[in-house]
């Protein structure tokens, strides 16, 4: 592996691989759950946030298996992806790390199975031969790939995240970005905030306004200006029709990840990011993973806007 870490796993054996992909997973989750008034879960949980930070547009579930299986994993790719792409080679005795790949082949229209499980279901489906049918996604497959620390070869390119690493370019991006996210935002002067020690709010829509309106209190630290940005930005993407108090506060939560992981992303430092997982204490492994897939498909958005903005 490319890791030394005593809690990393593999997956060696081919014919308990797929069960024991999802096993490692709802593990993670269950333990989540067991221990979120744990300081180490809330470490655990950071640590997952970190890996999704460097993998945004991958699925909360492959990167929980990036991160159990090699956790200081920084870019990968498959082994021909390294060779034909990058003219970078597998090192000799590296093991793979093992992650969900999307399985695209001719789909039944009304079953929607790949045309050899559909044979063998009782969909009678038979209006158009199965070589007329269209491609869909039928189901995830394990794949091995590679990180870059386990290959050598050509340096890679740089990654063009960079550009928009201050907080200082990262702030007029964020707010050109508002249409795109369907958000209404305002930078306010300090001298006119009145919402106390709030650095940044996000209202409800007004009568006058189909949208979530964000507003954020204008600073010198423009990094932190950016993550509450995308802290407020998330509220108004998740949260906008959650009345509950309670529910509402377990989302703040949800709200700091998102906001962790795209100025992690963006290369600002938000180290003093405070996750109090006890929110959570209540809710099982599904609301947990509801969670999680809120907090990486926000990221994702919002990193997509960003980046090409």
Known sequence: MATTSDSSVSFDQTDTRSDEMNSTIEQWIDDLVVGVDDAQASAEFQEWLDIQSRFHDYSYRNTLLIKQQCPEASRVAGYRTWQEEFDRHVKEGESAIWIWAPIIT?????????PSYHEDSDC???????????????????????????????????????????????????????????????IVDA??????????????????NDRPVVEAKARENQADLAVTLVHEYAHALLHDDVDDATERAKREVEAEAVGYIVGRYCGLDTSGSAFYLAAWQDDDSVVLQERLSRISSCAQDIIGVVTEG
């Open 191 to 208: 001298a006119e905030w009145d919402h106390g020690d709030a650095k940044g709010i996000c209202k409800h829509q007004k009568p006058d």
């Open 124 to 186: 009678e489906y038979d209006e158009t031969p199965s070589e007329d049918w269209s491609k869909g996604l039928v189901g995830f497959k394990p794949t091995a790939v590679f990180d870059a620390s386990q290959t050598e070869g050509e340096p890679l390119p740089e990654l063009e995240t960079e550009a928009t690493g201050d907080g200082e370019g990262l702030v007029p991006v964020l707010t050109a970005a508002a249409d795109d996210l369907g958000v209404s935002v305002e």
């Open 106 to 114: 001719k789909q039944c229209p009304e079953c929607e199975n790949s």
